[in-house]
């Protein structure tokens, strides 16, 4: 008896380690429960034990060597474990001192390009696959509970998003752009696996928003993946999703019109599905410029009046303010140099520059290869009022290369030279869009994303592999380390025991930092 | 898409392997397949293109990307989940008789090799990404007027005050591909830039700039050595001689640019 009694006191302890979705109704404090630290997508935490004037001393907690490519993922931290991916791998570390607790590895097929993390319900992870499955996950030692098919991999498809749980679902969208597919969103039973809704980023032939394709063969192969991880506003029940570029990539040519929902910003019912409104950052994209990057949601005044507010600052290169209870257009402005569009439509949408589109003799296109920003994670500071984003200034020729029939001969339909680039961090004044300052960084790789904190802090990364915390009023530098590698996921920050620590993953290492003798 | 491959100077033998394609397209050369981004050929796979040239191209289209008289091949799910022929050699000794495909009399053998050449061609489709070269022949590129490009190139472009077409230009035409060529005139990325050190002693170090950043700086000497210091207690001076190439394309127009290729691709 006594046997059975410490064994259901351990299975209830056990039982209240895992993550009630209620929780994440209310922002976290001192954990990192979902993606983004919380609903917003704002990557702001209110810790505080680091902060401006003890930053110098900030000094390396521990290590974790994953052995694995480099680390894109951000981890979760929930009751003292974080939990964090690379694609095929999930590891469950010791959030005190970075000791394994177990690891889980799934060889697959598909494409292994990015993995961003999990999500948590109860006591489960869930995590997405290179050959598009979603796994389901015991949070207690990683053992499998189910596996199931989201989309095809023989078409290219796969999942690098971390699922966003809300309320007692899942929410996913597909990853892929080797062929010329549709993709979609959908809410997922985090018990079965089974589909609640599916929204589809492509409209059905015949429904509203297919008028903007040619024809249904470029309609039902239009592209649109959703591959970043979304934000949810409880009080809307709307879910806002960042799509991807339509299809071919370069060869708009082949699909002339806005190409809905392709390169869009929408918001979701929760509940249903159901699309509420969409923002379309680039219409008829033909540079690969997703509008996936986080949107990241904050209430504050715009000229005059409060409201409620969505900010993106897009691959595009152009930053976007939205109410995101209407999707009301308040404001379009550039973060970066670039010259691709000759001003603004009525709907605040970038108007393309015909001949800054890709040509067969090639166009010369202040761009970046990878777009003025894009898959790393954005910050805004509640007090500073400044989004900050890593961004890029650069240099492209765009090709065109269509085949004898017109048609492009590939999912692609061109190419691009990339003549020059260089890495910068923008401080963008969230109502007016003006750049408050500009950290130019080296010519180099890197893809850091941004946390802010109450701390008057800003954690990042550059592309000649520093890690640094920086003041964010001015982007001056209060601590800086030679990480030796570079940082390809986003900082994040939990408190445990009286401890306040920043994570970092640089290449495949995990690193976390905090104040000696705390 | 989401992250593609960063700038590097690998992206000149890309374009080269591009320009590869086009003969590939003529000859049925798998010239691409040396190039190591590209999958390789099969003697199978060889042999299927020309059989499928002969009797697959015409509604299919040249490399299977489809025509207004039938689909594109890379989109269709019995290409995609085909395992040696299982699913599209039926397809094809059988003909869709309800989808208007007429059955093709060719023998096993050449089946299986149209079935080698699809699974080459949906890897090679695959791997394709904005960062790959193009099918970037002369013929395409070469829209500019090359009179105007001399001009622009002694007057407005300023690129006589570096350069000259019978000095280090001298027979530019013949050394690089014509995409390489391109690129290379907008901005030749592989040039070095040099720093001019003063140390707190006063000495002076002028040597090829290896590193630098907010916190530190590296030169390479003229004997080869390596010295380094922290940024903020020397002075330095960084030439750039790609500075005017920087200015410069914020200055071009699309005519310009191809006025200036068309002017260098006379230097032969």
């Known amino acids: ?518 | 898409m989401l992250v593609l491959p960063p700038n590097s100077g690998k992206l000149f033998p890309r374009v080269r392997t591009g320009i590869r394609i086009a003969l590939l397209l003529v000859l049925y050369t798998p010239l691409r397949g040396i190039a190591d981004d590209n999958p390789p050929q099969s003697e199978a796979a060889r042999r299927g293109h020309a059989q499928f040239s002969q009797s697959c191209a015409f509604c299919h289209g040249a490399n299977g990307a489809g025509t207004t008289e039938g689909p594109n091949l890379l989109r269709s799910g019995v290409v995609r989940h085909d395992q040696n022929g299982n699913l599209i050699a039926p397809v094809v000794r059988d003909g869709r008789p309800g989808k208007g495909m007429p059955a093709v009399h060719i023998t096993d053998s050449q089946i299986a090799d149209v079935v080698a050449f699809l699974h080459w061609r949906l890897d090679d489709a695959d791997r394709a990404t904005p960062a790959d070269a193009h099918d970037s022949s002369l013929q395409h590129l070469l829209t500019g007027n090359a009179d105007a490009g001399k001009a622009f190139f002694n007057g407005a472009g300023r690129c006589s005050h570096c350069h000259s077409p019978s000095g280090d230009l001298a027979g530019i035409a013949t050394k690089y591909a014509p995409a390489d060529l391109q690129a290379r005139f907008l901005y030749p990325a592989d040039v070095p830039k040099t720093a001019s050190i003063t140390t707190p002693s006063g000495a002076q170090v002028t040597g090829q700039l290896l590193y630098q950043d907010e916190f530190s700086i590296a030169v390479k000497d003229r004997e080869g050595w390596y010295h380094s210091w922290a940024s903020s207690e020397v002075k330095f001076q960084i030439q750039d001689p790609l500075v005017a190439h920087l200015e410069l394309l914020h200055e071009y127009t699309p005519a310009s640019v191809h006025d200036v290729f068309a002017y260098l691709e006379t230097l032969k």
């Open chain 1, 1 to 518: 008896m006594k046997l059975f009694m410490l064994l259901f006191a351990s299975l209830c302890c056990l039982s209240g380690q895992g993550l009630d979705p209620a929780a994440l109704l209310t922002p976290a404090t001192s954990t990192w429960p979902t993606y983004n630290g919380d609903y917003s997508g704002r990557r702001y935490s209110a810790l505080k034990q680091i902060n401006a004037g003890n930053v110098s001393s900030l000094s390396l907690a521990w290590a974790f060597q994953t052995h694995s490519d480099a680390l894109k993922s951000t981890p979760l931290e929930v009751n003292g474990v974080l939990y964090f991916t690379v694609p095929d791998n999930v590891w469950a570390i010791d959030a005190r001192n970075g000791r394994l607790i177990w690891h889980y590895s799934r060889p697959s097929q598909g494409d292994h390009v990015g993995q961003r993390g999990v999500a948590m319900y109860k006591d489960r992870l869930y995590f997405g696959t290179p050959d598009a499955h979603l796994v389901c996950l015991n949070a207690r030692d990683g053992k499998e509970i189910w596996d199931v098919e989201i989309a095809d991999v023989k078409f290219g498809y796969y999942i690098s998003v971390a699922p966003l749980v809300v309320k007692d679902r899942l929410i996913i969208g597909t990853s892929g752009d080797q062929v010329d597919t549709p993709h979609f969103v959908e809410a997922i039973d985090p018990k079965t696996g089974k589909v609640i809704w599916r929204w589809d980023t492509l409209p059905r032939p015949d429904t509203p928003g297919a008028e903007t394709w040619p024809n249904k063969e470029a309609l039902t192969h239009g592209g649109g993946p959703a591959w970043l991880t979304g934000t949810y506003d409880p009080n809307l029940n709307l879910i806002f999703w960042g799509t991807g570029n339509p299809h071919p990539v370069l060869a708009g040519v082949a699909r002339p019109g806005r190409n809905l929902y392709t390169c869009s910003i929408v918001a979701l019912d929760a509940d249903t599905g159901k699309l509420v409104w969409f923002f379309q950052p680039s219409p008829h994209d033909t540079h690969d410029w997703d509008a996936v990057e986080t949107p990241v949601l904050f209430d504050a005044e715009f000229h005059g009046r409060q409201r409620k507010l969505l900010a993106q600052a897009s691959r595009n290169g152009y930053y976007f303010l939205l109410d995101r209870t209407t999707g009301e257009h308040l404001l379009t402005a550039p973060f970066v140099p670039t010259d691709w569009a000759s001003g603004l439509n009525a709907r605040g949408e970038p108007i393309a520059r015909k001949d800054k589109e890709p040509q067969p003799d090639g166009s010369l296109v202040e761009a970046y290869l990878e777009g003025a920003t894009n898959w790393m994670a954005p910050s805004f500071d509640p007090e500073t009022k400044l989004f900050y984003v890593n961004a890029f200034d650069g240099f492209m020729v765009y090709y065109l290369t269509l085949n004898r029939n017109n048609r492009p001969d590939d999912h692609q339909g061109g190419a691009a030279s990339s003549l020059w680039s260089q890495s910068l961090l923008v401080a963008i004044d969230y109502e007016s869009g003006h750049i408050r300052w500009t950290r130019k960084g080296e010519e180099g790789e890197g893809h850091p994303g941004i946390l802010t904190t109450a701390g008057h802090l800003l954690f990042t990364g550059d592309t000649s592999g520093n890690l640094l915390a920086l003041d964010p009023e001015n982007g001056h530098t209060l601590w800086h380390v030679n990480a030796g590698g570079s940082l390809g996921s986003s900082p994040m920050t939990y408190e445990l025991d009286g401890r306040q620590y920043v994570v970092t993953g640089v290449d495949g290492v995990l690193y976390a930092w905090a104040l000696p003798g705390t």
